[in-house]
């Protein structure tokens, strides 16, 4: 039953590294272009450092963290196997492994993370709109949220 558990992973890193490919060449020169009515942005940025570019001046650091949390999440996910329920944990650590480690394969290959749009929600969130993101920031966020529904609601 890993495979499944393996699947969801490859399947992000694989996806997620073409569309950052895609993004790398199409918005290359500073290229913006505006989705859904100006609500998504495609924007590219090259992220040295973790969320918000934290640790940018420290890539080392970054790339030994990366790691070590990657390794503690693919180690719960093997530990987990034996519980036959813990779906939502089991996906939710799936999901995170999958992000984790398409962006740790940016920091290894490109020496940064590319990510490649914001949200623009309005005047109320126009903060939101400074940060730039890519899918496997999203993978990452919603693998910790059902992770820990998951763990606490035993499904």
């Known amino acids: 039953m890993m495979v499944k558990w393996i699947s969801i992973p490859l399947a992000i890193v694989l996806g997620d590294g073409a569309v950052k490919e895609c993004a790398e060449k199409k918005l290359a020169d500073g290229k913006e272009k ?78 940064y993370v590319t990510d490649y749009f914001s949200i623009h929600a309005g005047e109320r969130f126009k903060k939101l709109q400074k940060i730039v993101f890519n899918c496997s920031d999203f993978c990452v966020f919603a693998g910790v949220l059902l992770y820990v529904l998951g763990k606490s609601d035993q499904t």
Do not use: Y
């Not at 070590?68 to 944990?89: C, S």
């Open 34 to 111: 505006d989705l859904f009515g100006g609500r998504i942005r495609l924007r590219l940025l090259h992220n040295d450092g973790v969320a918000l570019g934290a640790l940018g001046k420290k890539p080392k650091l970054v790339l030994v963290m990366n790691s070590a949390l990657l390794g503690a999440a693919f180690g719960e996910l093997v530990r987990m196997q034996k519980a036959e329920k813990r779906t939502l944990a089991k996906t939710g650590l799936a999901l995170l492994i999958g992000g984790g480690a398409s962006n740790l394969v940016d920091r290894v290959e490109r020496g």
